[in-house]
């Protein structure tokens, strides 16, 4: 953990004018300045809600697909993390009392994040074979 946390900080270094951007962003700002819409915060998980179901299927598929141990280790540690991420999405949707309407459609950007993820795991398919 240690050494996630010791790289992140080297990344951000690294590249401090991108990471300043993000406070730019008006979602970011109004999350910090407590003035972001209950609804805007629930738009955007469940737009990440749908992101992480397709990140679990390329996890699955990358664990399906490997042959080597750590990895496959790797693959369902990480899926299992992302399980719990969306299980803690639900709880908050609910403690805040906003509708989970699981039938949103999804945003552009959303879309673009699942195609991507879907090419990526065709890629693993094919790679760790």
Same mark, same amino acid.
């Given at each position: ?7 992140? *900080? ?6 401090? @004018? ?15 300045? *407590? ?17 992480? @179901? ?8 990358? @664990?399906?697909? /490997?042959? *080597? ?14 399980? *719990? ?16 309407? /699981? ?17 990526? /795991?065709?890629?693993?398919q094919r790679t760790l074979k």
């Amino acid at each position: 953990m240690v050494a996630n946390a010791a790289m992140a *900080d080297e990344l951000r270094q690294h590249h401090i @004018k991108y990471w300043n951007s993000l406070l730019n962003y008006k979602f970011i700002f109004e999350m910090a300045a *407590d003035s972001l819409a209950a609804e805007k915060f629930a738009f955007y998980l469940r737009q990440d809600h749908m992101f992480l @179901k397709e990140f679990c299927i390329v996890l699955l598929n990358a @664990k399906q697909n /490997s042959t *080597d141990q750590k990895l496959m280790t790797w693959f369902e540690s990480l899926y299992c993390s992302t399980v *719990d991420e969306m299980r803690m999405q639900r709880e908050l949707i609910q403690s805040l009392g906003i509708s989970n309407n /699981s039938n949103s459609a999804a945003a552009p950007a959303t879309l673009n994040y699942v195609a991507f993820l879907r090419k990526v /795991s065709q890629h693993l398919q094919r790679t760790l074979k």
